[in-house]
C-alpha cells in the first residue's frame, strides 16, 4: 500500500466529498429498501400486574414461516453490502492481515491455551497462514520441529467443524479433544493416542461448557454432561451430572460420581488436583459466586466435603500442594485474593491479600504463585513464594494484555502471551526457577504499527463515576470533530476489556478509523463491586457509562454523531440495542452482534440462559423485571424515531444467544423506523456464537460489517497518508 502526502486543503475536500458520495448513495438506497413482511402475533404478556405483547413471539419456534423471512433478509442485505465499493478492496485487505502466525490461536480468554509441558513433551496450538483454523501441535522439545496432533482444518470441507477444547493427560500419551460441528456450544469428545496419532474408540458426548480432567494414571478422567431428553439428545434445560469415563470403555457405562439434586439450577464440575487425591467439585450458577466441594480420592468410600458452600464469592481452584487446596477468590476481597485451605479443617489461611489492583487471573508454578493484576485494565505480573512473600516481578513488553502460566505445581517452567492492540499476540517461556524470561513465539505481520498509538482516557458517566477508555488512532490525527470513529464496549458478566491485537482492528485503523474501548462497569476491570454495579437493577450504570463515553468523544473532538458508529457483541450486543433505543441521535451507525435483545425471556432458552439472571437479574422479582423493561431492546424500539443506519449480525447454529433475539430485534426495528436509514440483519448459517469460526466466514463478515460502516460514516477509503 503507497503512501501519499496531501495538503490540508485537499484532506478536507477529501472528505467532504467521500461524506456526500456515501450519504447520497446510501439515502437512495436505502430509499428502495423495502423489509420482507413480519408477522405480528397477538400474544400478551402478564408481569406483576404489567401487560407487555409480544408480537414476534412465533419467531422463537422453527418453521416455514420462519426459515421464509430469514432467507428473505439475507436477499435483502448480502446484495447491499456486495454494492459496497469498498467491500471488496476490505475483504481482501482483510486476508492479507488474515495471513500470519498465531500462536495459541483462538483463546485469548483461557490461561490454558499458551503452550504446555506434559510427560515431558510440550504441546500448542498455532494456526499458520492462512489454515481457517489452529492445530494442535506436539513437539519432545522445544528445538524440535513439531508434529500434527490434530488438525480441524481436515474435519470438514468448509473448515466450520472445529477444536472446541482439549486436554492433555499428565503422562501425555493422550489427548482428549472435543469438536464442534457448525459453530454450535454442543461438542463431541475423542481421544487420540500422541505416538501413534489414531483415535480410540471412545466417544463422550451430550456436552457444552465442559472440559476433562486426568487421572494421574491417564486411565481415566472426569467430565459433566446433561442427561438425555425425549428426543435422545442432550438436554440444556436440565442441570449436568459428574460422570467418570475409563478409557475403552463406552459412554453408557460411565460412572455417575457427582450431581446437586437439591437445587437443579447448581451445575457441578469436577477437577483432578496434579498429584491425584482431590477431585475438586466446582459447583456453579452465575457468574458472582460459585460453590467448592471436595472428595479424597485417596478413600473411596469417601463422601464429598462441602468446604466453601455459604455461595460467598467466585472460588477459582489452582492446585493442591501437600494437605493444602490453593485457591483464587473474591470472598472477603472484591479485588480479589489468594488463599489455602486444609479440608479436613477448611479455614482459609491467606496467601496473596487483596491489594489496589484487581487479581484478574492467579496460578501455582513451580512452588511460586503467579498473580496477574488488572491496573486500570492493563496487566502486571508479580510473583510470590508459596509462604505469601513477594519474589517479584516478570517484565513485560508493553502496556498490555498477559495470558498464560497455566498451573503446574510440579513444573519449574511455564508460558504466557502478550499482546495490545498494535502487537499481534506473542509467546514467551519463562522460567520460574531461575526467573528468566525467553520469547517462544513472536509473529510478523503485514501490519505497520509505527503510525499509531494507545492512549488510555479517563471520562465520567452520568452518576460521575470514573470510567477508562482505550482510544488507538493514528498519531497525527487532527482532532476537528471528523473522524471515523468506532467505540466498543461490552459491561458484564465480570469480563475485562484488555488491550489485545486483531487483523479486524489493523484493517479498521488503515481505512482512518479511531477505535475506541469503554471499560463499563459490570465487567471485571476493578474488582467485584465493579461488576456489581452494573447487574440486575443497576444495569442501566452500563448503558449511561457507554453513552457517556459516545458524548466525551464528541465533545473532545475526535469525533461527531454523523461519524460515529457502536458495536458489541453478545452482551456487548445487548449494550449496543438498548444504548441504540435509548439515544438514537447520538450514533451514526449501529453493529449489534449476536446480542441478548428480549430481555423479559432471555432465561426461556436454556438452563444456561437461566444462569445470566446473577447479571440480569428476571422477570420473576418484580424490581428486576421493571428494570430489564426499562432497557429491553425490542420492548424500547419506538415508531416515528429515526434510528442510525444498522447492521444486525447473528448466526442460525447460535445455541448461546439463541438467534430469534436478534430476529425479533431486527423485526421490530424495521418496523419502527421513520427515516431512510437501512435496518439490515446479516444471518449466518453454518455458524454458532463465534467460537471456532474459521478465518473464511470472519473474513466475509468483517468485510460486510466494515464496508457497511464505511458507506454510512462517510470513510473515503485507506488513509496511510500524512497531512502537510
Given at each position: 500500500m503507497q503512501c501519499h502526502v496531501i495538503s490540508g486543503l485537499a484532506l478536507a475536500l477529501l472528505v467532504a466529498g467521500s461524506n456526500m458520495m456515501a450519504d447520497n448513495g446510501a439515502a437512495a438506497a436505502t430509499q428502495s429498501l423495502q423489509y420482507p413482511p413480519a408477522m405480528r402475533g397477538p400474544v400478551v404478556d402478564e408481569y406483576h400486574g404489567t401487560k407487555v405483547t409480544d408480537p414476534y413471539r412465533w419467531m422463537e419456534t422453527p418453521g416455514p414461516e420462519l426459515n421464509a423471512w430469514v432467507a428473505a433478509q439475507n436477499r435483502l442485505s448480502q446484495p447491499y453490502l456486495d454494492a459496497i465499493p469498498a467491500r471488496e478492496q476490505l475483504r481482501a485487505r482483510?486476508?492479507?492481515?488474515?495471513?500470519?502466525?498465531?500462536?495459541?490461536?483462538?483463546?485469548?480468554?483461557?490461561?490454558?491455551?499458551?503452550?504446555?509441558?506434559?510427560?515431558?513433551?510440550?504441546?500448542?496450538?498455532?494456526?499458520?497462514?492462512?489454515?481457517?483454523?489452529?492445530?494442535?501441535?506436539?513437539?519432545?522439545?522445544?528445538?524440535?520441529?513439531?508434529?500434527?496432533?490434530?488438525?480441524?482444518?481436515?474435519?470438514?470441507?468448509?473448515?466450520?467443524?472445529?477444536?472446541?477444547?482439549?486436554?492433555i493427560s499428565r503422562d501425555g500419551r493422550y489427548v482428549a479433544y472435543a469438536v464442534s460441528d457448525g459453530g454450535t456450544d454442543w461438542d463431541t469428545w475423542h481421544v487420540r493416542e500422541v505416538d501413534s496419532g489414531h483415535d480410540l474408540p471412545d466417544l463422550?458426548?451430550?456436552?457444552?461448557?465442559?472440559?476433562?480432567?486426568?487421572?494421574?494414571?491417564?486411565?481415566?478422567?472426569?467430565?459433566?454432561?446433561?442427561?438425555?431428553?425425549?428426543?435422545?439428545?442432550?438436554?440444556?434445560?436440565?442441570?449436568?451430572?459428574?460422570?467418570?469415563?475409563?478409557?475403552?470403555?463406552?459412554?453408557?457405562?460411565?460412572?455417575?460420581?457427582?450431581?446437586?439434586?437439591?437445587?437443579?439450577?447448581?451445575?457441578?464440575?469436577?477437577?483432578?488436583?496434579?498429584?491425584?487425591?482431590?477431585?475438586?467439585?466446582?459447583?456453579?450458577?452465575?457468574?458472582?459466586?460459585?460453590?467448592?466441594?471436595?472428595?479424597?480420592?485417596?478413600?473411596?468410600?469417601?463422601?464429598?466435603?462441602?468446604?466453601?458452600?455459604?455461595?460467598?464469592?467466585?472460588?477459582?481452584?489452582?492446585?493442591?500442594?501437600?494437605?493444602?487446596?490453593?485457591?483464587k477468590t473474591t470472598q472477603g476481597a472484591p479485588r480479589g485474593r489468594v488463599i489455602a485451605i486444609d479440608p479436613s479443617s477448611p479455614v482459609p489461611v491467606e496467601i496473596v491479600p487483596e491489594a489496589q489492583a484487581t487479581i484478574s487471573q492467579a496460578s501455582l508454578v513451580g512452588g511460586h504463585v503467579i498473580v496477574n493484576y488488572?491496573?486500570?485494565?492493563?496487566?502486571?505480573?508479580?510473583?510470590?513464594?508459596?509462604?505469601?512473600?513477594?519474589?517479584?516481578?516478570?517484565?513485560?513488553?508493553?502496556?498490555g494484555t498477559v495470558i498464560g502460566f497455566p498451573d503446574a505445581p510440579g513444573e519449574t517452567e511455564t508460558f504466557f502471551a502478550y499482546t495490545d492492540y498494535l502487537t499481534p499476540l506473542a509467546l514467551y517461556r519463562y522460567d520460574v526457577a531461575n526467573d528468566e524470561v525467553q520469547p517462544f513465539r513472536r509473529p510478523r505481520v503485514s501490519f505497520d504499527p509505527g503510525p499509531y498509538l494507545t492512549e488510555q482516557v479517563f471520562y465520567a458517566s452520568k452518576d460521575g463515576t470514573r470510567i477508562p477508555m482505550f482510544i488507538t488512532r493514528r498519531r497525527d490525527t487532527v482532532l476537528n470533530g471528523d473522524n471515523p470513529t468506532l467505540l466498543y464496549g461490552y459491561g458484564g458478566f465480570d469480563v475485562s476489556l484488555t488491550p489485545a491485537y486483531t487483523p479486524v482492528i489493523a484493517a479498521w485503523l488503515e481505512r482512518g478509523g479511531i477505535y475506541a474501548v469503554a471499560n463499563l462497569r459490570g465487567g471485571g476491570e476493578y474488582g467485584a463491586a465493579w461488576h456489581e454495579s452494573g447487574t440486575r437493577t443497576k444495569k442501566q450504570n452500563v448503558f449511561d457509562d457507554f453513552i457517556a463515553g459516545a458524548e466525551w468523544l464528541i465533545a473532545k473532538r475526535y469525533t461527531s454523531t454523523p461519524r460515529?458508529?457502536?458495536?458489541?457483541?453478545?452482551?456487548?450486543?445487548?449494550?449496543?440495542?438498548?444504548?441504540?433505543?435509548?439515544?438514537?441521535?447520538?450514533?451514526?451507525?449501529?453493529?449489534?452482534?449476536?446480542g441478548v435483545m428480549d430481555m423479559l425471556r432471555y432465561h426461556t432458552a436454556s438452563a444456561n440462559a437461566y444462569g445470566w439472571s446473577s447479571d440480569y437479574g428476571t422477570v420473576e422479582d418484580a424490581d428486576q423485571f421493571r428494570a430489564l423493561l426499562s432497557y429491553s431492546p425490542v420492548h424500547n424500539l419506538r415508531p416515528g424515531r429515526c434510528y442510525p443506519p444498522t447492521l444486525v449480525t447473528t448466526a442460525d447454529h447460535d445455541d448461546r444467544?439463541?438467534?430469534?433475539?436478534?430476529?425479533?430485534?431486527t423485526a421490530a426495528l424495521q418496523q419502527a423506523q421513520s427515516c431512510p436509514n437501512p435496518v439490515l440483519v446479516s444471518i449466518e448459517t453454518r455458524a454458532g456464537h463465534g467460537a471456532g469460526k474459521p478465518a473464511w466466514m470472519q473474513i466475509e463478515d468483517w468485510a460486510n460489517q466494515w464496508a457497511f460502516l464505511s458507506r454510512h460514516l462517510g470513510m473515503a477509503g485507506p488513509q496511510c497518508f500524512r497531512v502537510s
Open positions: 482483510l486476508t492479507e492481515l488474515w495471513d500470519y502466525e498465531q500462536y495459541g490461536y483462538g483463546w485469548l480468554d483461557d490461561k490454558a491455551r499458551v503452550p504446555v509441558r506434559r510427560g515431558g513433551r510440550y504441546f500448542y496450538v498455532e494456526k499458520n497462514g492462512r489454515q481457517n483454523l489452529g492445530v494442535l501441535y506436539w513437539t519432545p522439545a522445544l528445538d524440535a520441529p513439531p508434529r500434527v496432533l490434530v488438525d480441524p482444518n481436515t474435519l470438514s470441507t468448509d473448515a466450520t467443524a472445529s477444536l472446541a477444547d482439549y486436554s463422550i458426548g451430550d456436552t457444552k461448557f465442559t472440559g476433562v480432567s486426568w487421572t494421574p494414571d491417564a486411565s481415566a478422567f472426569y467430565y459433566s454432561r446433561y442427561p438425555k431428553g425425549a428426543d435422545g439428545h442432550g438436554d440444556d434445560q436440565r442441570q449436568v451430572s459428574v460422570y467418570r469415563h475409563r478409557l475403552g470403555t463406552a459412554q453408557e457405562a460411565d460412572e455417575f460420581v457427582y450431581s446437586t439434586p437439591e437445587n437443579p439450577r447448581h451445575d457441578p464440575y469436577g477437577l483432578v488436583s496434579e498429584d491425584g487425591r482431590w477431585l475438586v467439585l466446582v459447583v456453579t450458577y452465575g457468574y458472582d459466586s460459585n460453590a467448592i466441594h471436595v472428595r479424597d480420592l485417596s478413600k473411596p468410600d469417601a463422601p464429598a466435603a462441602r468446604i466453601l458452600d455459604k455461595w460467598d464469592g467466585i472460588y477459582d481452584f489452582l492446585g493442591a500442594v501437600g494437605d493444602r487446596l490453593y485457591f488488572l491496573e486500570d485494565a492493563r496487566s502486571r505480573i508479580v510473583v510470590y513464594r508459596m509462604d505469601g512473600s513477594r519474589r517479584g516481578e516478570v517484565r513485560l513488553p508493553g502496556l460515529l458508529a457502536i458495536h458489541g457483541r453478545s452482551n456487548g450486543g445487548l449494550l449496543v440495542g438498548a444504548v441504540l433505543a435509548q439515544r438514537p441521535e447520538l450514533f451514526g451507525a449501529a453493529l449489534p452482534g449476536v444467544v439463541v438467534p430469534w433475539h436478534s430476529f425479533k430485534f
